[in-house]
């Protein structure tokens, strides 16, 4: 099985759009994105589409994501799942050049 590029966005409030993000993660080479309306304030347990995601990559696999806070509540949930992510041979890439 060849390396596949998975997207995830977040937004939220409904009062935002996913459209921008999707659009960048598709034109980034994204097969598939996964997309929720959910605050930040929501662990990351209970976001489905981010454990969908995190679900659907395999080793060799890359995460992108449009900015790297999509990924995290705070900085330390966002380290952390970064070093998960190393760790299960995932590759990450945001699009806003962090």
């Known amino acids: ?3 596949r590029s998975i997207g995830y966005s977040r ?3 409904a009062h935002q759009s996913l459209d921008a993000q999707v659009a ?4 980034a080479g994204c097969s598939v994105v996964f997309s929720e309306v959910i605050s930040t304030r929501t ?3 209970e976001r489905p589409q981010l454990q969908a995601a995190l ?3 395999v080793e060799g ?8 806070d999509r990924l ?6 966002v380290i952390n799942r970064l070093h998960d992510l190393q ?3 995932i590759h990450i890439r945001t699009l806003d050049g962090l």
């Not at 960048?24 to 034109?27: D, V």
């Not at 696999?61 to 790297?68: F, G, P, R, T, Y």
């Open 1 to 3: 099985m060849s390396a």
């Open 11 to 13: 937004i939220s409030t």
């Open 24 to 27: 960048l993660l598709k034109a």
């Open 43 to 45: 662990k990351e347990s």
């Open 55 to 57: 679900n659907a990559l």
């Open 61 to 68: 696999d890359e995460l992108v994501l449009s900015h790297l």
């Open 72 to 77: 995290g509540r705070d900085q330390r949930s």
């Open 87 to 89: 760790e299960r041979g």
